[in-house]
């Protein structure tokens, strides 16, 4: 296998400094603890992290994940199938959600990705407030989003699910598809080309796992069943992986998300709600909430019928969370200036009683 056939290109190439030219470049797979699995045009091989990229990084997004590429060297003494890794290149594109748990921090789900297959269940499931909240992780991700609602064979009004996704998903693709009963999935394959790196997100039990075994051609990711009063699925793919398909391209399965914590800016919301942004600049006032203003262009929307009321009720919760965000971060900012100015006192007090 080639490098390029890998993703390689030359955003990495001119990355490379001279001092680096021997130098291997290899792309992370799949990633365990505290081990890297890596492939490369030489082959498989394990990676370690150095104590010292993990202490330099300012965070663990700085860190490598599945998809990224990095440069690595032979360990003296060391297996031959063991490297370590030198160098994290610079991604140029990733999928990121903000870390689960109080601790305001970025996650990076998928690096080095050109298309992002958003998939949604056509089963008691389907949501598509969820669906555009996962757009709105898309936009600032640098990848294509495409949105693929699978289940297709046991709907059975598909046209009230378009017209539901319609405002979502604007001028995103969209494709009906049924991975179960289509093993050749052709809506997929236009996207999908040599050196082509995909990934697949969404909740449990939409099928994610059945599309990368459709693609493959063989049954190698569990899937599970769902419950049947809310099509709620369980965790069959609880790692990330990307694996190469037979046709060509890469794709990346990654665990079903129970939890999805926006990492995006204000600039990226009004963006994905422009529609909402357009009609407030209409309202009498312009700090108008949308709620009971006299002469509210965007309620008066929702009226007649030109725009839902979840849509503006999604928005706002996505607003609440953004600027939580923004909050916490600022006081996380503060916190490590405080321990900073502490740690270099006590170096000060301590060279001064030197």
Known sequence: MTLSELGWGHFFEEQIEAYEAAYMPARVYRQDINQYHMISDNGIFQGILPGRLRHA???KADLPTVGDWVLTSPIAGG???????????ERKSRFSRQEAGEIVDEQVVAANIDVI???????GDFNPRRIERYLLLTQDSGARPVVLLNKADICVDHQMHEAKLAPV?????????????DNELK???????AGTTCALIGSSGVGKSTIVNALLGQHRFATGTVRGQDSRGRHTTTFKELVQLPQGGLIIDTP?????KIWTDRESLKRNFDDIFALAVNCKFSDCLHVNEPNCAVVQAIDEGRLELSRLENYK???????SMDA????????EKKMARRKLTKVEKSQFKG
């Open 79 to 89: 297996e031959a199938h063991t490297l370590q890794i030198e160098r994290r290149l």
């Open 328 to 335: 916490q971060e600022k006081a996380s900012i503060r916190t």
């Open 317 to 323: 919760k996505l607003e609440k969370e953004v600027s």
């Open 169 to 181: 998903v604007k001028n995103t693709p969209y494709h009906l598809i049924s991975a179960k009963e």
């Open 117 to 123: 297959f958003i998939v949604a269940g056509l089963d």
């Open 57 to 59: 990084a300012y965070s």
């Open 187 to 193: 809506e997929i394959h236009q996207y999908i080309n």
């Open 256 to 260: 079903g998300m129970r939890e999805l």
